[in-house]
Each structure stands twice: as structure tokens, then as C-alpha cells.
């Protein structure tokens, strides 16, 4: 909580140093210096993941589980993102008939070949990171433990930058509290969309997968949230489950981050802003807001915040 709350004051002062302080749109330089944060972010997350014993000797056991689960909610985080958002009479930008489009949200040439661009980029910084993580950093260092604490570290650093890059972005397009208003209750549908599409994928593979149903349900409704739900489940007896859960949550992180600007540009912004489910909200919010608009940004820190709070009540009432 206190996270949340030093996230959303970071992105707070950036976003009023933007629209009331600074003069001149200096958003390019702040794009790039974003850009590094976000790379130097993915190869730290790697890296993290290869040093850490216990989860690389669970690739084997549990590690297809997770990545299966994690597919099958973003399918379902889609599929949904996609009924709802034409429910809403939204177009593939998350826009409404009547909003006025900027010349931002409407350019698509090259886009593809950027966001290709990217998602080799993010892939190769996490593979490298991975496997730095784990031929390398072993070599290098004495604790393990003060090694995942110190990348923590650094990844919390990166991921202000990352905020404070949005936050500012954001105040050079324009009024967020008038952009909210003209959102409306639409702001619910993402949320709904990524809690329905991933509890309707959970349900599924409860009764043909190997997990039972509340402990897939409980796994698929971590959405990505691996500090949290691994530990209310692990807690409750299911150590398989737990693993499967942990595993999960953190490829729904990083593949997020991989696979938004694929989705941004093949499928639609709502659908690729559906996918991070909780980190919606922090770590693949920035992605969000590189390869979407201001508009669905907005969506994704909201549905990522209501997606975090549903996950300590929901797990435990599964789990339990």
C-alpha cells in the first residue's frame, strides 16, 4: 500500500511540474531517458528471475503450468477487453465515436515496425538478464539474498523514473481530471474485463487442468501480483499451487511488457492495456502509455489499482 501510495505521489508532482511549471515540451528527451528506465528495468527483472534458485528449479516442474495459465489469462483478458470494449462502442484506440482525436492517436504508419521493434528489444534484454542472472551474478557475489534485495532496489528506482515519465506525459496532453470525466463509467470496463475474462479461464483450466478449481482460481486471480497472492495461498496449505501461482504472476508481468505493443497494434489499445491486469497500475503502466494513448493509460492506472485491491480480497476468499 504504502508502494501504491509513493507511485501515485511521483506521478502526481511530475504531472504538475509538466501542466502548470515547465515551458516548452521537452517530451522527447523524457521519451528516450523513459525508454532507457524501461530497458534498464526488463534486463534487472531478468537478471533477478536467472539469480533466483528457487524459481529456475521450478521452471521444470511448475514452470509450464504457469506459462500455460498465464496464456490462457491473457486469451481471456482479451476476449473479454474485446466484448466489452465493443459493448462501450469504442473504436481500436479505446476511443469513443464523438472524442476529438489527436494527431497522436491516430497515426499508425510505422507503428508496427516500432512496436516490433520494441518486443525484440524487451524479449532479448530479458533473456540476456536471465542469463546473466544465473552463469554470472553466482560468480560475482557472496549473498544471494543482498543481491535480490539490491536489484530490488534497483528496479523500484527505475520504475519512479518510469512513473514520473508518465506522470509528465500525461500533464503535456492535457487535463487528466477533464480527460476522467469525459471517460466516465467506462473507466469500469477494464477492470471488469480483466477480472471476468481471467475468473472465466480460471474456472476452465480448475476443471481440465491439473490444479483444483479453487486453486486455479486462486493462481488466475493473482493477476500478476506475485508479492501477494503466492504467500495467501502458500499460507492456506497449497505449496504446488503456490509455485505454479508465483511463476505466474511474474510472467504475467514481463510478458505484458513484451507483448503489449504486439497487441497494441495488431488487436486494439483496450485489449493490450488488459493484459498487465494489477501492474497495470506501475510496472507495465509505462509500456501502456508509450504504445496506446492518454486516455487508455488513465484506464490501465485505475483498472490497475482495483484489479490490486480485488486481489487481497478475492485469493483469500478462494483459497480459504
Same mark, same amino acid.
Given at each position: ?28 528527451? @523524457?521519451?528516450?531517458?523513459?525508454? $532507457? ?6 534486463? /534487472?527483472?531478468?537478471?533477478? /528471475? !536467472? ?8 521452471? =521444470? ?42 494527431? &497522436?492517436?491516430?497515426?499508425?504508419? !510505422? ?13 532479448? +534484454?530479458?533473456?540476456?538478464? $536471465?542469463?546473466? !542472472?544465473?552463469?554470472?551474478? #553466482? ?12 536489484? %530490488? ?5 527505475? +520504475? ?5 515519465? &508518465?506522470?509528465? %506525459?500525461?500533464?503535456?496532453? %492535457? ?34 487442468? #491439473? ?5 486455479? +482460481?486462486?493462481?488466475?486471480?493473482? $493477476? %500478476?501480483?506475485?508479492? $501477494? ?23 504475467? *508481468? ?7 505493443? @504486439? ?16 501492474? =497495470?497500475?506501475?510496472?507495465?503502466? #509505462?509500456? @501502456?502509455?508509450?504504445?496506446?494513448? !492518454? *486516455?487508455?493509460? /488513465? ?14 480480497? +478475492? &485469493? #483469500?476468499?478462494?483459497?480459504?
Amino acid at each position: 500500500m504504502l508502494s501504491m501510495l509513493k507511485y501515485m505521489v511521483i506521478m502526481a508532482a511530475f504531472y504538475i511540474l509538466s501542466d502548470k511549471v515547465v515551458k516548452g515540451d521537452y517530451g522527447k528527451p @523524457v521519451q528516450t531517458f523513459s525508454d $532507457m528506465a524501461l530497458y534498464t528495468l526488463v534486463f /534487472i527483472m531478468g537478471m533477478r /528471475i !536467472g539469480a533466483n534458485e528457487e524459481v529456475v528449479s521450478r521452471l =521444470g516442474s511448475v514452470g509450464l503450468q504457469a506459462l500455460a495459465t498465464t496464456f490462457l489469462a491473457f486469451f481471456g483478458s482479451i476476449g473479454m477487453a474485446f466484448l466489452v470494449r465493443t459493448f462501450l462502442m469504442l473504436d481500436r484506440h479505446g476511443l469513443g465515436a464523438k472524442h476529438i482525436r489527436s494527431d &497522436v492517436e491516430t497515426a499508425e504508419e !510505422g507503428t508496427g515496425l516500432n512496436s516490433l521493434k520494441s518486443t525484440v528489444i524487451i524479449f532479448s +534484454l530479458v533473456a540476456v538478464g $536471465m542469463a546473466c !542472472g544465473h552463469f554470472i551474478v #553466482p560468480e560475482m557475489i557472496v549473498d544471494p539474498d543482498e543481491f535480490q534485495e539490491d536489484a %530490488g532496489t534497483m528496479i523500484d528506482i527505475c +520504475l519512479c523514473i518510469l512513473l514520473a515519465g &508518465v506522470g509528465y %506525459g500525461l500533464g503535456i496532453e %492535457g487535463n487528466i481530471f477533464g480527460k476522467i470525466r469525459s471517460i466516465g463509467f467506462r473507466v469500469l470496463g477494464l477492470p471488469i474485463a480483466i477480472m471476468s475474462g481471467t475468473a472465466v479461464m480460471g474456472l476452465a483450466y480448475g476443471v481440465y487442468g #491439473p490444479l483444483s478449481i479453487k486453486e486455479s +482460481l486462486a493462481v488466475f486471480m493473482g $493477476m %500478476g501480483w506475485y508479492g $501477494m497472492a503466492p504467500a495467501i495461498i502458500l499460507n492456506a496449505g497449497h505449496a504446488t499451487a503456490s509455485a505454479v501461482s508465483f511463476l505466474h504472476n511474474i510472467f504475467r *508481468e514481463v510478458l505484458s511488457m513484451l507483448l503489449i505493443p @504486439v497487441v497494441a497494434q495488431r488487436i486494439g489499445y483496450f485489449e493490450a492495456a488488459s493484459l498487465p491486469g494489477s501492474t =497495470g497500475m506501475d510496472c507495465c503502466l #509505462p509500456a @501502456v502509455k508509450k504504445y496506446t494513448n !492518454g *486516455e487508455v493509460a /488513465i484506464m490501465s492506472l485505475i483498472s490497475g489499482i482495483i484489479c490490486s485491491m480485488a486481489v487481497t480480497v +478475492l &485469493v #483469500p476468499i478462494i483459497i480459504e
